[in-house]
């Protein structure tokens, strides 16, 4: 099952591990938008993949 958090959240949970990261909402926003990642629309907001996003940050994702 994919993990489907908020770009916030998703902040929110990097920051747990690491106090000092300068990922930012903006920076998840932005690869969502460019379908690097898997998304989903909830209404106007977008639900983003928790493990995408790692995977990407770890240099391990190729949607091309």
Known sequence: MMRMRY???????????????????GFI???AQSD???TAKNGKRTLICLDDVLTYLEGGVDRD
Do not use: F, G
């Open 7 to 25: 770009a916030t959240e998703i902040v929110a949970e990097i920051a747990e591990d690491d106090a000092n990261t300068s990922i930012t909402v």
């Open 29 to 31: 926003k932005k690869i």
């Open 36 to 38: 690097k990642i898997r």
